[in-house]
């Protein structure tokens, strides 16, 4: 406690410094440093966490969390399975068990990616020895008391920002730095564009395999001398927690690239999620121009679909699942009466217009994304986001009649559907009361 107390003193007298030439609260970062260094004292926090971990992996073939037996849990103690794995920089032990060294980095970079992008909740010390590999490949996490939370906006707008990297937007990279709280609201951003163009064109390399997050790290750094950058202080753990993975990974396979695994899973995300911001995010993405004359971008769109099926991420959420998944969201934003910016009538005219290229129809783009969807586009994909937009419309119908049911596995073709949603009186709601007006 003393310890602390001394830092956060020289941290106070350091912080008016920091701020006018790191853009950084050194103070905040102390009290976030302090705050987790208590809660990893306290092993009934770690056991809460770990149970939470276990609950969001818990479908996923590729993760394995260990049990937690609370009846032998307090504050000083904390009793968990044992977990019977390889440290997961041991390179010659896992080849030895003869473990897939490529596919064994993809299910952990898949792994930190659901954390951070999809369940908000992430582990904030994952060096070598709190990650193992388990005899059958899957990676295997301990030391739960050091977590952060992300909220679910900064999670659309990282995923966002992944896609604006695959499309080297770097005007809105800038913008999702101000969106992230590195930058503050207002920013001129105009000269830090080309900053930004020249440390990812730079770290980019050849192609987008030679993509290094700590050569990123280690260059935006220096941005922080010349414009008014600041590091969020949750995103410090974020940044370090990153910089620890990508470690691991280097150290198995140097040529292994983390971004080509962020890229799809991303994609996908941004396509099936039924969140209205990144629905507008997608919108905005894959059309260009002003509201009222929107163009679509048929290679943002293609490259789009081409990453997302390529994601892999543990689940069993295959692409014809986020075909059904996007429509199912852009009709509940238009039901809704989101604001995507963009009329119906004017997205239509932008794809129509779209494919024209001067007086040239661009007959090759649309045949490459048919081509590319083709395998999934069959007539029992069109049934079934048929069924589920007719469902979704049902229950919207019925919910504004006070009648509440869940119709998400209803289908109307079983007569033992029907009956259970008989027996549960719902429906009984929407017959008109004896003696009313």
Known sequence: ILD???????SQLLNNWAQAHLGCNVTLVVDEFASKLWEEANYEQEAKNAQMFGKNFGQDPTVKIPKVFMQYVSKKVITMEWIDGLKSTDLAGLRRRGIDINEFIRNGVQAALRQLLEFGLFHGDPHAGNIFAMDDGRIAYVDFGNVANISESQRDVLIGAITHVS??????????????????????????VPAMETIWADSMGKSIKDFNFRTVTGRFSKLVYQFPIRIPERFSLVIRSLLMQEGICMCLNPDFSI?????PYASKRLL????????????????SGPPERPVLQWDRLTNLVTLAKQARDGTSIQINQVIVDFFRGLRRDVVNGVETGLAPAKVLQGGLQALTAGDRLRLKDVLQLVELLSPDLTPALAREVADALIRDSVEDVLRERGVQLELEDFDPRDPRNLGKVLRSGELFKLLPVPGAA
């Not at 602390?4 to 020289?10: D, K, Q, S, T, V």
């Not at 971004?259 to 890229?263: C, P, S, Y």
């Not at 099936?272 to 059309?287: D, Q």
């Open 4 to 10: 602390m107390f001394i830092f956060r003193r020289l």
């Open 167 to 192: 499309n080297s937007d770097y005007k809105e990279i800038a913008n999702d730095f101000i969106r992230l709280g590195f930058l503050r609201p207002g920013t001129d951003v105009s000269e830090i």
């Open 259 to 263: 971004i080509e695994v962020a890229l």
């Open 272 to 287: 099936s999620n039924p969140n209205p911001t990144l629905r507008r995010e997608l919108l905005s993405i894959v059309f």
